[in-house]
């Protein structure tokens, strides 16, 4: 694997769900294979669980990791072709990528949306310009249109916490009985987030749904409709009442509006979850990618509740990360 971008960059899905689980069951299984090779990770904004899950994975794999917060620490970075640099940026993202590829085996790098142009946005150009000026395999850490690692972690607590078996002669997960019913539902928030988190998700629920892993569904205020290109096959209402109904896994998030590009177009705390919302669910698990705010996105009395799986879903960031690495180390054709 020599990207780690969409779901596009995984042949099967089992694969690297069996991978991860592997990883989680037996850490160091593997501690010699990233011998003498170098993870380097870029942050042009804020991170906990991606920066402290990655740097363990590698480091479970043998190897050595420099981070470095390109954001505050580096150099303001110019992105532009063709421009004369007399303004704010120092460096260029082809000398700064290029260098950075010769420090390194393997690069992640995260940034951020600006928001301000879906156009700009959505070309994600940092991470393209910074592949094709390293040279190297390279690992999104979150861009602004999708966060892999999180929603392969996802996948794989699904898959964990649900009921499945592992056909080991088609190399399939099957669930045992049905499909467990998986909701991402819209959750108000003060200001304007990206949509990388549930562009994302809601793209590997989907191919997770046409390989027969889950039902899924989608369930927001009138306005924050998705990009299509990541919500093929899904269903999707402004009901979340009749969305929650018998749920088995309850995805909250808030996003931005896609439409009306970056806008807050709603603030209605009615779509917070609750316990009582719950009662209409199949005792459903609920996650969140977190960081989250308490009592404004996810009311305290479930974050505190048996129903939240936030921690054992940020756990898991490590095996995904891990089972990524393994690919990249192994199979970087
Ligand atoms: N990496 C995980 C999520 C990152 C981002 N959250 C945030 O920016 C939260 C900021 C705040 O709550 O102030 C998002 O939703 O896309
Ligand atoms: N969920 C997630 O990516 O968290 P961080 O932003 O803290 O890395």
């Not at 390293?134 to 690992?139: A, D, E, Q, T, Y």
Request: aromatic share 10%; glycine share 6%; hydrophobic share 40%.
């Amino acid at each position: 694997m020599k990207q780690f971008f969409s779901t596009n960059d995984i042949v099967s899905l089992s694969h690297i769900i069996k991978t991860a689980l592997e990883c989680k069951e037996n850490p160091f299984g593997n501690e010699y294979i990233g011998k003498h090779k170098t993870l380097g990770l870029i942050f042009l904004n804020p991170s906990l669980r991606t920066r402290m899950s990655t740097q363990k994975a590698a480091r479970n794999l043998g190897m050595e990791v420099m981070v470095l917060n390109m954001g505050t620490e580096g150099w303001a970075l110019e992105t532009r072709e063709g421009v004369v640099m007399d303004g704010a940026n120092a460096e260029h993202i082809k000398e700064a990528a290029a260098v950075m590829g010769s420090y390194c085996d393997v690069l992640g790098v995260r940034s951020f949306p600006k928001l301000d142009s879906k156009e700009e946005d959505y070309s994600d150009d940092l991470f393209f310009k910074f592949a094709n000026y390293c040279k190297k395999p390279i690992l999104s850490l979150e861009t602004a249109t999708r966060h892999p690692l999180q929603s392969l972690t996802d996948l794989i607590t699904i898959i964990e916490q649900g009921e499945y078996f592992y056909d080991a002669e088609k190399g399939n997960y099957i669930p045992k009985v049905r499909k467990p019913k998986v909701v991402l539902s819209w959750a108000p928030h003060v200001k304007a987030l990206p949509q990388a988190v549930p562009n994302s998700f809601s793209e590997w629920m989907c191919r997770a749904e046409a390989e027969g892993l889950v039902d899924f569904v989608i369930t927001h205020p009138e306005g924050y409709e998705l990009d299509e290109e990541f919500t093929k096959g899904a269903a999707i209402t402004t009901n979340q009442v009749e969305a929650l109904k018998d749920a088995d896994f309850v995805y909250v998030k808030n996003w931005s509006s896609y439409e009306d590009y970056g806008k807050v177009l709603s603030m209605d705390s009615n779509w917070m979850l609750t316990l009582e919302k719950l009662e209409a669910t199949n005792n459903a698990k609920v996650m969140h990618c977190l960081p989250v705010r308490r009592d404004l996105v996810l009311s305290s009395e479930v974050l505190d509740s048996d129903h939240s799986i936030v921690i054992e879903q940020a756990g898991n960031r490590v095996w995904a990360a891990q089972a990524v690495l393994t690919e990249m180390l192994t199979h970087n054709k």
